[in-house]
């Protein structure tokens, strides 16, 4: 299969989530993504044992969602950067790979001596990849962030996803929402990043931030307000059926919704009509042309609310099956994982853990020449330590002295 990151050697220093997932997709495009985890405690996230009330693991078996998720496809080497021996090992990392890729402060990677100037000393044509919270440089730079602070609340999304008089802020739908989006980013940048460098022989810095991400897929709506002079009005679910009511969300029988997305009323109303059992809605005089529609709509979404909810979502998904319209079930978080159009391409993919049990996991969205990517399970804590070391030609004497000192595991 076509693995562009082949021959690649990515440099990870990194934890949690966010920049780790950058590292994941690299890995399923065929780069040698080697996790440098502190030698006694790893990445910080492998002491998550519970997220929103469910293990992240299961009795009997290392495999994680949590880990394996932004980590799969990748060796883990146990270092203590803070420890002198360990520099000549982090020295040798650098200067056979392309692609440096960390998400620690300034003050961290100062003390590291993992900044871009003190990587760069040790390798001029690496790219250097740094996935911050708020910026790499300004006011913030030294503000440690998480998706929920930086992309969800600061980036816009939480406020426009608050419904008007809501009791509460509406939080992100689902555990690393922005981290993952901003991974794929982060992905993008450095591909962009190392085909420059193939051209130009330019290493380029790549900087992607929580918040900018956050900015990004906000874009329509904060380009709207900028242009507006202030923030956008709130616009209440089902008011918003007032508009086009097949531009909206109606709920089943069964407690289930459906998402109609049909940005030309006037083309797709009479066989969605039809498809609903009330065709003569298309004849009448309230609703036969486009304008009329759109002048009627409140009551036309009544009409279809009402119809809506006298069958199950079952039920609608047999009777839309092949319309014209563009709808879809709103569907729940296992319900995505067996997503038919997902498993027909591959996209949820299987993995085989260390104990030699199937599992699935979300493969990144970008496929090349239509194969599917085939994954491989995330590193065990400081797995791969001394084959890593062993590659850049330590003996074992060598790596025995490291470990009594502390600066490997």
Known sequence: ????????????????????????????????????????????????????????????????????GPNRGKRSIGLALEKPEATPVLHELIRSSDVFLTNFLPGARTKLGIDVDDVRAVNPDIIYALGTGFAHSGPEAGKGGYDATAYWARGGSADSATPPGAEFLTQQPVGAYGDNIGGMTIAG??????????????????????????????????????????????????????????????????????????????????????????????????????????????????????????????????????????WAVVQNTFEVGNDPSLRTIGQIADVVDAEGVTRRLVASPVQFDREAPRLTRGPLFAEHTDEILRELGLSDEELLELKIAGAVT
């Open 189 to 326: 940048g450095i591909a962009a990043a190392l085909f420059a460098r193939a051209r130009t022989g330019v290493a380029a810095t790549v900087d992607i931030s929580l918040v900018g991400v956050g900015a990004w897929a906000a874009q329509m709506n904060v380009n709207l307000a900028l242009m507006a002079g202030g923030p956008l009005p709130k616009v209440d679910p089902v008011a918003a059926r007032a508009s086009n009511p097949l531009t909206a969300v109606y709920r089943t029988a069964d407690d289930r919704w459906l998402s109609l997305s049909m940005l030309q009323p006037g083309r797709y109303f009479p066989e969605f009509a039809e498809r609903i059992g009330r065709p003569e809605l298309a004849a009448d005089e309230r609703f036969d042309s486009a304008e009329k529609l759109m002048a009627n709509a409140a009551e036309a979404a009544a009409i279809i609310a009402e119809v809506i909810e006298g069958r199950t979502k079952d039920e609608w998904v047999a009777a839309f099956d092949g319309m014209r319209g563009q």
């Open 1 to 68: 299969m076509f693995r562009p990151m082949e021959g690649v050697r990515v440099l990870e220093v990194a934890q949690f989530t966010y920049v780790p997932s950058a590292g994941a997709v690299l890995a399923d495009w065929g780069a040698d993504v080697i996790k440098v985890e502190h030698a006694e405690r790893g990445d910080a996230q492998r002491g998550i044992v519970k997220v929103f009330s469910q293990n992240v693991g299961g009795e009997g078996t290392t495999f994680s969602p949590m880990m394996d």
